[in-house]
């Protein structure tokens, strides 16, 4: 096998790089035929898919945007649990109702937890983690709360105004 410098010897740069790159010969009207037939293709796969194969595509879709959210250093004010919840059962297919049922809570407080009226407890994150065979594991769950939890710690400035007062000598210096 020629090593570079002996190609480059006999080579210009052009020529080397026209040698190594697949030149774009298509037209627009052989990619235009190309797409329609891929996306006929695709539209055949969707709808072949059965119904179980679209919700574990739908869960998969939801659980890398939870892992995403939670590995991102920001903080994004509609991703809260309940959003997350609400996701979770929508990509079931099934009524938030069934779902309670199914997780044995009651369906007010399915749906105080969506709607932000109140933070899930420790026993319904575990029965999301065995609900979703740790498919959805607790931990994902609780980091959901926890980024939640931080940017409240961050932002909320009429609690930090309020609990000043309680400070009565703090630190004379900052690191």
Known sequence: ???????????????????????NTDSISEKEAFMSEFRTFRKTLSENQ???NKRISRLLQLKYSI????????????HFFGFF????INSLGIKNKDFAAAIDIDPT??????????????????RLDIHSNRNFPAVMWFRILEKDR?????HNTELIEKE???V????????
């Open 50 to 52: 059965t119904e179980k």
């Open 109 to 126: 407080e399915l749906s105080q937890i969506i709607n932000k009226h109140r933070n899930p407890t420790d026993k319904i994150i575990y």
């Open 1 to 23: 096998m020629k090593s570079y410098k002996e190609i480059e010897k006999k080579h210009s740069p052009e020529e080397i790089a026209e040698a190594l790159v697949f030149p």
């Open 168 to 175: 009565k000598r703090k630190l004379d210096f900052s690191f």
């Open 67 to 78: 892992e995403d959210y939670i590995n991102s250093p920001n903080f994004m004010k509609d």
């Open 85 to 88: 919840l609400k996701a979770y």
């Open 150 to 154: 931080e940017a409240l710690l961050l």
């Open 164 to 166: 000043k007062r309680h």
